[in-house]
C-alpha cells in the first residue's frame, strides 16, 4: 500500500493542488523570492523610465515627443515593423508547415537555420549585411550603379530586423503543428478539398493561437531591436533612426526627459501587448491552453 504521505497528481485530477506537497512556509519563500526578483528586474525599472520621461510635467513629455526627429524615428519603426512583421507571418507559417506536414532532404538543416539568429549576436548580423551590400563589399559597386540603396536607408533596416526577429513565429507554430499532426488536413482533402481550402479553413484555424503569440513576440521584437539596426543604419538623424536608437542619442546627449519620453512608448507598447495577450487568456483560456499545451 502507497505511503499516505505521498501525494500524486495525473492529468484531469479534480484538485491539482495534490500535487504539491512542499510546507506554506516553503512555498511563502518562493513566492516571495519570485516576486522580489520580478520587482526589481522588471517592475522597478519601468516606474523609473516613466518617472524620469515626466520629471519635468506632462508639457515637457508631450513637447519631447512632438520633436521633428523624435516623430521620424517613431515613423520608422512602425514602418519597420508593418514591413518586417509580414514577412515573418509568410515565412514562418510555409516553414513550420514544411517542417511539421512533410519528409523532406535538409529538413533537420533547415531547422537549424531557423535557430541561427539566436544564437548569432544582432551585431554580427548587421556586419554580415555590411559585408554584403557595402561600398567595397560584395555587391556593392553594383548596387551603387544601378542606384540602389540598402546600407544607411530604409531597406537595410528592414533586412536586419526580418533576420533577427524571423525566428519567432515559425517557433512558435513548428512544435504546434507536430503535435496536430496531418490527420484534419488529409480527411479535408479525402472530401475533395484543394490545398488552399484546406490552408484557410483546416490549417490556419487550428494554429490561431499559435500564430498570434508569434506574431505578438516578433511585433516586440521588432520594435526593441537595436543591435542590428545600429550597424545598417549609419544613424543618420530623422532618416535612419528608429526608436531605439533615438533612446540613445538623446541620453548622450544628456537630454533626459526626451530619451526616458522615447523609452516610455516603447515600454507602452510592451505593455500593451502584454495586457492584450493576457485579455486573451482570459477570455479564451480553454482554447489557448490547449494550444499552448504542446
Not at 24 to 36: D, G, N, P, Y
Request: hydrophobic share 55%.
Amino acid at each position: 500500500m502507497a505511503d499516505p504521505e505521498i501525494k500524486s497528481y495525473e492529468p484531469g485530477h479534480d484538485n491539482p493542488s495534490a500535487a504539491v506537497t512542499e510546507s506554506r512556509s516553503a512555498r511563502t519563500v518562493l513566492m516571495t523570492i519570485a516576486f522580489v526578483f520580478l520587482g526589481v528586474f522588471l517592475l522597478l525599472p519601468l516606474v523609473i523610465v516613466f518617472k524620469e520621461a515626466f520629471a519635468k510635467g506632462v508639457g515637457a513629455y508631450f513637447t519631447s515627443l512632438n520633436d521633428h526627429d523624435t516623430l521620424s524615428a517613431i515613423r520608422l519603426t512602425l514602418l519597420v515593423a508593418v514591413i518586417a512583421v509580414p514577412l515573418n507571418v509568410v515565412f514562418g507559417i510555409a516553414a513550420a508547415w514544411a517542417i511539421a506536414k512533410f519528409e523532406f532532404k535538409g529538413k533537420a538543416f533547415l531547422t537549424t537555420l531557423i535557430d541561427l539568429p539566436f544564437s548569432v549576436s544582432p551585431v554580427i548580423s548587421g556586419l554580415v549585411y555590411v559585408l554584403l551590400f557595402g561600398a567595397q563589399a560584395m555587391l556593392g559597386p553594383w548596387l551603387k550603379s544601378h542606384g540602389i540603396e540598402i546600407l544607411f536607408a530604409v531597406p537595410g533596416i528592414v533586412l536586419a530586423t526580418v533576420f533577427v526577429t524571423f525566428p519567432f513565429v515559425a517557433r512558435e507554430l513548428i512544435p504546434l503543428m507536430q503535435e496536430q499532426g496531418t490527420g484534419d488536413e488529409e480527411a479535408a482533402l479525402s472530401l475533395g478539398a484543394n490545398g488552399w481550402q484546406v490552408f484557410w479553413y483546416v490549417t490556419l484555424p487550428n494554429i490561431k493561437w499559435g500564430l498570434l503569440y508569434g506574431v505578438l513576440l516578433c511585433n516586440a521584437r521588432a520594435m526593441g531591436e537595436f543591435g542590428a539596426v545600429s550597424v545598417v543604419s549609419g544613424h543618420i538623424r530623422g532618416m535612419t533612426n528608429t526608436m531605439p536608437l533615438h533612446v540613445e542619442i538623446l541620453y548622450n546627449e544628456y537630454n533626459a526627459v526626451g530619451a526616458f519620453a522615447v523609452a516610455s512608448l516603447l515600454a507602452g507598447l510592451a505593455l500593451v501587448t502584454l495586457i492584450l495577450k493576457t485579455v486573451l487568456e482570459m477570455r479564451y483560456g480553454a482554447e489557448l491552453a490547449a494550444t499552448r499545451g504542446h
